[in-house]
């Protein structure tokens, strides 16, 4: 099931450049994914997560956003360095990406088909199975879309979230891409069709043994879903491994008090309530370990020296959490 | 669909009829014309006359109602100025002059402003930007005809390149038509642009660039496409600017439009021509606002749909 | 970084510009003219500007009557600045209120307020001012009618716009569940929020009201002479444009650097209070 | 019938070659009104150039002669009777035949019928014209005219159109190609742009034209038209007088009238002298003759022929006289300097010795400002009275209004203002009389006087010359003494042309409109 890694990211650095000066957004992050594998990455709001997903694509906020060092491996081959040509490319065929909001993600003044259309002309390398139209109804049919050969003709605002949804995810698939980036895909969909959706994105995975990174602030959704997982917090990795261990022994205190603020799978959480404070600003200077101020276990070691990554307290050798308490309370 | 323009169309009609009250009245408390008419030296029996023949002696709502019924058949009588033609000849007669003028410089204005707009838009922030924020600003911070004047002294007088003024071809149109599109220009930049900002954040642009969309697509077929709801609004607007606009400008350069036209007649208290130059202006201007609707309808499926 | 650099520190600049060309001189230039305005040295006709050949006394020339263009143009600016403020206010007053009428009540009275907005924008504006200058001769009073005319539609419709999504806000409902009358609704709650709006879009209407003044002088329908309002100065020197360019060209100069400044300052001040804005 | 702009006229107007043909192009003032039906302007005789009234004027000196329609006329004793003897090889153009008594019959009656709205025409009022001959036509008319000729010539009420055009066409032929008789024929009129006429082959009258093609072009900016005549657009420019200095420093050379073609003054209207006159307005500050001296005391004339006429003007000594017509004083235009002469002194000796303003209700002097075609000075003047009038002391405010708003007032004998005046073509002394200084004048106006109406009154009467001569004098001696008006200049019409292809033309700047004589254009080959 799960084989090669796919895209290595390494050593990722991104900035945007306000007049502040720059924020460092994506912080020295390193993951890896591989075919048929899906990766969660979570964190609160403003944590670097989508960041790094758009630094992934390269479609980063025009002027002001910049990756600054580190290399996105996909195969093998460093997207850092490609040409905007080569991107666009790549983008859509080898890399796919599903947006937070399908009310806004679609262009409403095209029909679903047509966005269809243009994706599987853009990026379809195997060409096969028909004239464009008749392949978009049968994507739309692939995404679960009763209908389809009537929904074509729709445009957005003729539809409902849950079906725009499974045409933006009909959009992503279409070129077969190695990778699938889905970004809190079901945060604006209701329960119930939360779960059609993603239900639908596992069979598709199951279906192209393609890798999936699963960007979400809803741990319940990634117990569900994901094979691994990485936090971030302050656009920096604080823990990563499998599910299993990081959901059985959480090593650090953020991880923790994420799940803590669970109360019921499937709830989302906007804010972390049970922790005091707000992730700190970016632009501060950070000296220790950016959780430290809202850490109810930091020392001065915490806010004056920033961990590196260590084993974590499940003891496997893939789990690993930057806390220099890890030993705290256990 | 068939809705929504049924009832854009009645509000436009609407309008119109308050329109019509406005331009009789308005042209009934500016003065008898008899003053301009007739000469300095003009005896009792020729003012008597002139105010008989011109109506101006039965009572206003009798003339109104005659000027309803009259208009409608687009007969606003005959031109006390130009004599021997009735009003609706004299100003259809003029017209072709002003639509021409005000195409070329819609023209002008469309064909520099917006990809100049759209550009400086998606290089926010480049050079490009900034000039695009000069002309914008240059534009409209000098009188249309003081530029006209500076315009025909510079490439007409000293440079030669250009007929100074007068009705002939294209060469005769150029720079009126950039003295009138000067000022839209500024304008439809700065809302192209603006737009377009707004666009590019659009989420379902991240959409098209994910899905690999090359830029110039992203910008044209997916950006502009949203954006240019805005330009399309200000174009109705823009029709009304450019008749306005072709009062001065016709002036400046001698161009025998429908400006022109209206402040011959408005100075000679030429009533029916001045009634039907201002009417035709203003089914102009509705018109052009009927066809925006109609146009956002169609390129905008939310609109089309609704109701 | 790069973000918006051709904008940076240019609201101060402009802001320089605009009280040095524009309000020191409406304000003091009783005080700083050195000449009377209105005096003509008969015998300086015509003078050109310092480094064209004229002199000190004279310093940007003088016009057909020998009045001193410096002056007159320092002078100007309390007409530039109060057909601008006068007519902005009284053209935002309307729009404002009709705009809120319109979108707080809807139905009829929104109906009838925007037909007559289209009227108002289908209606040929310079037309109607020669029309009525005709009738009643140009006056600084036409003038203002002309400018409120022309500029209260661009309130009523954006007013309108927000205050139909500010009706239905929370704290509008929870102000009227709480028992507060219409206009205090509308006092207290959605005229605060709209300010901004309206701050920005009269400030982006002060260089189409000095235009339009100009404008209006071209056509003969100005502020009447010899009141030397800038338009005027513009459009009575237009014809010496060539030999005696000095007459014409300083008080356009003057038009050109307070449109200019405004316009960026109201551009600075819509991204600072209401990016959402995009009007012209 | 219009000619209609299509895209198809802008094609070929953009292909139409630089003609071989010798096109001689002059940029003026739009007319007051476009049409070919003279009577239904108020005299912009814009036809000029093709259409002919029956007397001619002499390019040099102005006088009536017969190089008009007529070789010669006669008149009764008592002025009433004024035959005609039409010149008898004279043609319409386009093949109307020749030109006969029942033209001028048919004529008279077009510019008289009720649409008429000529200036002047109240001097064909009960006008009968009757053909004696084929050639000779006799005009009866209900009271002395001693200045019938002017009808006919300078003010040019009465042009000839061509019966048998009528016959065949009606006004619709006139409307889309009236034949005159002149020496150039109708070519096309391009509303709101301009009017064309072409040279006739071998004219009747042996005048052989030195170019092909005459094009008036209307343009109403100066500044355009400066600039058209500096791009060598045009050959020939109606300029304002200061504009005119752009152009002679570009090269270009004014060509003046021979005879002076205008007067200017300002008048103090609502001085109506009469007793009992209900329009009388007691508050007016001009009413003592002293503030009318006074203010007329304040104004340097030469200073203003300066400023307003670039220096080429005369000082006018009584507005409506001049050397050409009756009552022509020399004494008064030498006395001039004595009792108008500018003297601030003596003008605020004046305003005090007659309380001013104090003991006025109403001190402030209001000064009209309006534009006029032909008069572009008329803003600047107003300016300048108010910069003279300040000066001395006065009170007063300008009033800007167009010429047609002041005409309603003047009416309705409510124009209480200083305002200017023109006397464009300078006027038979009856008819300026009557015009600015009597109550008999339309639109009564500015100065009414019991004394002027008396000498008036048998002015108009009487038919001996000596006795009118002393009559126009006397009243011109009164109201010089009264001050009635501020008399300012007399000018010259002028044309502005471009020395390359324009050698030079005479005309006497005698008609209503300054210029004639366009056969006189002397190109250069």
């Given amino acids: 099931m799960i084989g090669e890694p796919v895209l290595e990211v390494r050593n990722l650095k991104t900035h945007l450049m306000v007049k502040a000066g720059p924020l460092p957004v994506v912080d020295d992050v390193s993951f890896s994914v591989s075919a048929g594998e899906t990766l969660g990455i979570v964190g609160e709001s403003g944590c670097g997560k989508s960041m790094t997903a758009l630094s992934i694509m390269r479609v980063l906020p025009r002027p002001i956003g910049r990756i600054v060092g580190g290399e996105i491996l996909l195969r093998g081959e460093d997207l850092v360095s490609k040409s905007e040509a080569e991107m666009t490319a790549i983008r859509g065929s080898r890399l796919g990406m599903i947006l937070q909001d399908p009310h806004t993600s679609l262009n409403p003044l095209h029909t679903v088909g047509n966005q269809v259309i243009e994706a599987l002309r853009i990026n379809d390398r195997r060409g096969a199975g028909g004239s464009l139209p008749a392949r978009a109804v049968a994507m739309l049919k692939k995404v679960n879309v009763a209908d389809a050969e009537r929904r074509v003709h729709a445009y957005p605002h003729q539809m409902s979230g849950g079906m725009k949804q499974r045409v933006v995810g009909a959009i992503a698939i279409s070129g077969a891409p190695d990778v699938i980036i889905a970004d809190e895909p079901t945060t604006a969909l209701d329960v119930t069709i939360q779960l059609q959706y993603l239900q639908l994105l596992q069979e598709i995975q199951a279906e192209t043994g393609m890798a999936m990174i699963f960007i979400t602030h809803d741990l319940g959704i990634v117990a569900n879903l994901c094979h691994r997982l990485i936090v971030m917090y302050a656009g920096r990795i604080v823990e990563e491994g499998t599910v299993r261990d990081v959901f059985k022994a959480p090593s650090h205190p953020y991880t923790e008090a994420l799940l803590n603020s669970v109360p019921a799978v499937n709830r989302k959480v906007d804010r972390l309530y049970a922790i005091d404070g707000q992730p700190p600003k970016l632009t501060q200077t950070r000296v220790g370990c950016s959780f430290a101020p809202r850490c109810p276990y930091a020392d001065d070691t915490c806010r004056s020296l920033a961990p590196s990554p260590s084993p974590g307290l499940s003891g496997s050798g893939d789990h690993r959490a930057s806390c220099w308490k890890q030993e705290r309370g256990a | 669909m068939a809705r929504f323009i049924t009832t854009r169309f009645l509000q436009a009609l609407l309008s119109l009829l308050v329109i019509t009250l406005i331009v009789f009245s308005l042209s009934h408390l500016t003065g008898s014309p008899i003053d301009a008419l007739l000469p300095d030296d003009a005896t009792q029996a020729q003012i008597d006359n002139l105010t008989r023949e011109l109506g101006l002696d039965r009572p206003l709502h009798v003339q109104y109602f005659t000027f309803l019924q009259n208009a409608a058949l687009g007969d606003f009588g005959d031109s006390t100025k130009w004599k021997g033609s009735s009003a609706a000849e004299v100003v259809i007669d003029r017209l072709p002059a002003t639509l021409q003028l005000g195409g070329l410089a819609l023209l002008i204005s469309v064909v520099v402003a917006i990809p100049l707009g759209v550009v400086a838009a998606v290089r926010k922030g480049s050079s490009i930007d900034a000039v695009a924020s000069v002309i914008a600003l240059l534009g409209q911070s000098l009188p249309a005809f003081w530029l006209g004047l500076v315009l025909m002294w510079v490439f007409a007088v000293i440079l030669g390149w250009f007929p100074t003024s007068g009705y002939g071809g294209v060469t005769h149109m150029v720079l009126p038509a950039i003295a009138m599109a000067w000022f839209q220009i500024a304008a439809l930049t700065r809302l192209t642009r603006s737009a377009m900002l707004e666009v590019l954040d659009a989420e379902y642009i991240k959409l098209a660039r994910v899905k690999g969309v090359s830029e110039r697509a992203i910008v044209w077929r997916h950006a502009f496409s949203n954006a240019a709801i805005v330009p399309i609004t200000y174009f109705g607007v823009l029709a009304g600017s450019l008749l306005t606009g072709s009062v001065v400008i016709e002036t400046v350069f001698a161009w025998p439009g429908a400006g022109l036209l209206a402040i011959d007649a408005i100075r000679g208290r030429d009533f029916p021509v001045v009634q039907s130059v201002v009417m035709f202006f203003a089914v102009f201007f509705l018109l052009a606002n009927f066809l925006v609707d109609i146009l956002y309808a169609v390129i905008d499926p939310r609109i089309r749909h609704q109701g | ?280 | 019938m219009l000619r209609a702009i299509t895209l198809t006229t802008l094609v070929f107007a953009a292909a139409a070659p630089a003609a071989l043909a010798q096109t001689v192009t002059m940029t003026m003032t739009p007319p007051a009104v476009e049409t070919n039906r003279y009577w239904n302007t108020p005299g912009d005789f814009a036809l000029g150039p093709a259409l002919q009234g029956l007397v001619g004027h002499n390019p040099e000196t102005g006088a009536f002669d017969n190089s008009g329609l007529a070789e010669s006329w006669t008149n009764n004793d008592d002025l009433t009777e004024w035959t005609f003897k039409l010149k008898p090889n004279a043609e319409f153009h386009f093949g109307y035949g020749p030109v006969t008594a029942a033209d001028v019959v048919h004529s008279l009656e077009l510019h008289t019928g009720p649409d008429s709205i000529l200036n002047g025409i109240s001097q064909l009022e009960g006008a009968v014209a009757e053909a004696i001959d084929d050639h000779t036509v006799k005009f009866t008319l209900p009271a002395p005219q001693v200045d019938f000729l002017f009808v006919h010539g300078g003010r040019g009420s009465l042009v000839i159109y061509s019966k048998a055009q009528f016959d065949a066409e009606g006004l619709e032929g006139y409307d889309t190609k009236p034949a005159g008789s002149g020496p150039l024929q109708y070519a096309s009129r391009d509303v709101g742009r301009g009017l064309n006429f072409e040279k006739v082959e071998g004219h009747w009258s042996g005048t052989d034209v030195g170019y092909d093609r005459l094009e008036l072009e209307f343009v109403a900016e100066p500044a355009t038209r400066l600039a058209r005549l500096l791009a060598g657009e045009a050959d020939i420019a109606v300029l304002p007088r200061e504009v005119q200095g752009d152009a002679i420093a570009a090269g270009m050379a004014v060509i003046p009238s021979t005879r002076a073609s205008n007067q200017t003054a300002m008048l103090f209207n609502g001085t109506f002298l009469q007793p009992g006159d209900e329009a009388l307005d007691k508050s007016l500050p001009w009413l003592d003759i002293r503030i009318r001296e006074a203010i007329n005391r304040s104004i340097d004339r030469n200073t203003m022929i300066d400023v307003l006429y670039d220096g080429r003007a005369e000082v006018l000594p009584v507005f409506a006289m001049d050397p050409r017509h009756e009552g022509y004083s020399q004494a008064l235009a030498d006395k001039f300097d004595a009792a108008y002469g500018f003297d601030l002194d003596k003008a605020r000796a004046l305003m005090a010795e007659a309380g001013y303003p104090d003991k006025f209700e109403n001190p402030v002097i209001p000064i009209l400002s309006s534009n006029l075609a032909g008069n572009p000075e008329f803003p600047t003047m107003a300016e300048l009275m108010q910069v003279f009038l300040e000066e001395a002391g006065f009170q007063t405010e300008i009033v800007e209004m167009d010429w047609a708003g002041l005409g309603g007032l003047r009416n309705a004998r409510a124009a209480k203002m200083f305002h200017p005046m023109r006397n464009m073509p300078v006027k038979p002394s009856a008819v300026g009389i009557r015009n600015y200084y009597s109550a008999a004048g339309r639109p009564r106006n500015n100065y009414e006087d019991p004394e002027v109406e008396v000498l008036m009154d048998e002015y108009m009467q009487s038919t001996d010359p000596d006795r009118r001569n002393e009559l126009a004098a006397g009243i011109f001696d009164r109201v010089f003494h009264q001050y009635a008006v501020v008399p300012l200049a007399s000018i010259s019409a002028e044309v502005v042309v471009n020395p390359k292809t324009i050698e030079g033309w005479l005309y006497p700047g005698v008609t209503s409109v300054g210029f004639s004589h366009f056969e006189n254009v002397d190109v250069n080959e």
């Avoid at chain 3, 309390?78 to 057909?83: D, F, T």
């Avoid at chain 3, 009358?181 to 901004?196: A, F, M, T």
């Avoid at chain 3, 235009?211 to 338009?231: C, K, M, N, V």
């Fill in chain 3, 1 to 280: 970084m790069r973000k918006r650099p051709f904008f940076d520190g240019l609201p101060v600049i402009s802001l320089t510009i605009l009280v040095v060309v524009l309000v020191i001189p409406a304000l003091f230039a009783d005080l700083i003219a050195p000449h009377d305005p209105y005096k003509a040295y008969l015998r300086n006709r015509l003078e050109p500007p310092l480094f064209f050949g004229g002199t000190t006394e004279f310093i940007l020339g003088t016009d057909r009557l020998g009045r001193d263009i410096l002056s007159r143009i320092l002078h100007g600016a309390k007409y530039a600045l109060s057909i601008s403020i006068v007519g902005i206010l009284l053209g935002a007053a309307v729009g404002t209120a009709l705009g809120l009428i319109a979108g707080y009540l809807r139905g009829m009275a929104d109906a009838v307020i925007m037909r007559v907005v289209d009227i108002t924008f289908a209606l040929p504006s310079i037309l109607l001012a020669l029309a009525l200058a005709t009738l009643s001769g140009p006056s600084f009073q036409l003038v203002i009618f002309v400018v409120i005319f022309v500029i209260w539609g661009y309130f009523a419709r954006q007013v309108r716009a927000e205050t139909l999504v500010l009706r239905e806000a929370d704290f509008v409902a929870r102000a009227r569940v709480a028992g507060a009358s219409d206009l205090r609704i509308l006092r207290k709650y959605i005229l605060p929020n709209i300010v901004n709006t309206i701050v920005v879009l009269a400030t982006l209407q002060v260089g189409v009201v000095v235009i339009l003044e100009a404008t209006l002088s071209f056509l003969g329908i100005g502020i009447p002479r010899p009141t030397p309002a800038w338009g005027l100065l513009v459009a009575d020197g237009r014809q010496l444009i060539v030999s005696s360019w000095w007459i014409s060209f300083f008080p356009g100069l003057a038009i050109l650097l307070t449109v200019l400044s405004v316009n960026l300052l109201g551009d600075w001040l819509r991204d600072r209070l209401d990016p959402k804005l995009r009007q012209v």
